[in-house]
């Protein structure tokens, strides 16, 4: 309340000072009161941090924050956004968890905005803005020159407006033997269309899924995660020892999420690949796994029961079947789960979705997945004893941003602890992303269908590797109590 007054005052000041002298203007931007906060000195910082991965010209972001020219006509807007906490996206109880690459702000960060729009926005003295941020070059590879590039063969043309579309290229990498992916970033050409973009990996025939971490109550498919591009992301370096795995023969399957943005453009996305050298055996493999009971689960668990149903429900549906056929939503269809996701017209409906490590793991990232109507997800462990502890609450879940919420330190567990998530979907009118409170509507890959997948990296280990951790964790936490 107090810098709010002392706010006022200022404002004030600065009025009757323009007044008195008339003749001179005294603008703004040469003479900042003394205590207004000011871009160069109290905003720049923040937004260096927290902004301008994004807002930087040739990104998918709509203006540069870069400097105090291009921030100016924004600050109305910056100051909407921080205070709702739309922006940064980053749209979880901040008190939960501690994460990798986190830009949020602090509530002092917001005030500090807020109060720099509410004292008229002044640029203040150059000396105290802090060097410039840089950035490397988005047309080149930030980590060094990739083993293995592969590109996009035919592209796609993003015409200037009509709606989003996502489409997918297949391509042979030419990979002749199996290899650990130490870092991967993705290089779109038409970096202001893409929202997002995967590149999966289709396994040969035969893979030994299992052996991958796979195939063990999560994936129903046939491909791996290789990266996902978007949300500030454009790279994953894996610390030593971690990697994921590229098999012999593997397929490449690039899936774009163009947006128009007015003006017509084409894009022949690439991705680079680090391996680690010939012969170097990381032990830890990072795979990419959905929480969802009835499809994994119940596929694993209870295969007799799963064919039975498939027989009765008369479709062709390949047991394979990663996503819904048209026409074939039916209240029993376990392989999407469809009763288990119904969304009433006019309501707030929860769904619950759990998976039993089958290994001990590290649980490295959690990805919350749903479309219009979700506006919640919380990702809890329920341990072997009974306890209950959550890992990432999203309180503020909007379908526009993909965030991957990375773990500072991988949440480690024994096998048969449970991955929790509790999704929430809001089909009111409350919800201003809703296109239709009157609908309803259940699981579906459409955009108007809905889906509540927790996605979360996992690199599973064996016993004695999780015993090794444990005993590394304990020793580290031991360390640090005797230093408190
Ligand atoms: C991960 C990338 C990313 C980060 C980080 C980010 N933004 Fe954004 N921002 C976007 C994108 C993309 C949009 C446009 C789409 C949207 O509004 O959802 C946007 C929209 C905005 C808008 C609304 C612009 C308009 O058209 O009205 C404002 C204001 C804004 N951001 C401010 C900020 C501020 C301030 C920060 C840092 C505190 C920040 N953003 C951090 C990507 C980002």
Redesign the pocket.
């Known amino acids: 309340m107090v810098t709010v007054k002392r706010l006022t005052g200022v404002v004030g000041l600065a009025l009757a000072a323009s007044l008195v002298f008339s003749a001179e203007p005294v603008t703004h931007a040469q003479a900042p009161a003394a205590q207004a906060p000011t871009f160069n000195k109290d905003v720049l910082p923040?937004?260096q941090r927290?902004?301008q991965?994004?807002?930087r010209p040739g990104t998918?972001?709509?203006?540069s924050?870069l400097n105090y020219r291009d921030a100016r006509p924004?600050a109305r807007?910056?100051k909407?956004?921080?205070t709702s906490r739309?922006?940064?996206?980053w749209h979880i109880d901040r008190s939960i968890g501690e994460y990798l690459e986190d830009?949020s702000?602090s509530d002092k960060e917001v005030a500090s905005?807020a109060a720099w729009v509410d004292g008229g926005a002044v640029e203040g003295r150059a000396s105290d803005a802090p060097p410039p941020r840089t950035f490397s070059s988005n047309s080149e590879w930030t980590y060094g020159q990739p083993d293995l590039i592969v590109r996009m063969e035919k592209g796609f043309k993003i015409p200037a407006d009509g709606p989003d579309f996502i489409p997918e290229e297949h391509v042979d990498p030419g990979l002749t033997e199996d290899r650990y992916v130490k870092w991967v970033q993705i290089i779109p050409d038409a970096h202001r269309a893409v929202h997002h973009a995967h590149v999966y990996v289709d396994l040969p025939e035969g893979t030994d899924k299992e052996g991958l971490g796979m195939g063990m109550g999560s994936n129903v498919g046939n491909s791996l995660d290789l990266i996902e591009y978007g949300?500030?992301n454009d790279a994953d370096v894996f610390p030593d020892g971690t990697a994921k795995i590229l098999k012999k023969g593997a397929q490449f399957r690039f899936e774009a999420h163009y947006h128009p943005y007015g003006e017509a453009t084409f894009d022949r996305m690439r991705v680079g690949i680090k391996f680690y050298p010939k012969g170097v055996v990381p032990n830890r493999v990072v795979t990419s796994h959905r929480i969802r009971t009835g499809v994994g689960n119940d596929w694993v668990l209870n295969r007799e029961r799963i064919e039975d149903l498939l027989l009765r429900v008369g479709e062709k549906i390949s047991i394979d079947e990663p996503s819904m056929p048209t026409g074939a939503l039916i209240a029993e269809n376990p392989l999407h789960a469809a009763a288990l996701l119904s969304i009433p017209p006019n309501s707030v409906v929860q769904h619950e979705r759990f998976w039993p490590l089958p290994k001990p793991a590290l649980i490295i990232s959690f990805q919350p997945h749903m479309h219009f109507r979700g506006s919640k997800m919380i990702l809890e462990a329920i341990h072997p004893d009974g306890r209950r502890e959550v890992l990432t609450s999203a309180t503020q879940y909007e379908q526009?941003?993909q965030v991957t919420y990375k773990y500072k330190t991988p949440h480690l567990f024994p096998a048969g602890t449970i991955l929790h998530t509790v999704s929430t979907h809001d089909n009111t009118a409350n919800n201003k992303h809703n296109p239709d409170p009157t609908a309803w509507i259940g699981w579906g890959s459409r955009t108007m269908d809905e889906m509540g997948h927790g996605w979360t990296d996992v690199a599973f280990l064996s016993d004695a590797q999780y015993q090794e951790e444990l005993a590394l964790r304990r020793a580290q936490r031991k360390t640090t109590d005797a230093r408190q």
């Open positions: 923040i937004v927290s902004c991965t994004c807002h998918h972001a709509p203006m924050l924004w807007s910056m909407q956004k921080v739309e922006m940064p996206p830009p702000l905005i949300a500030g526009n941003w």
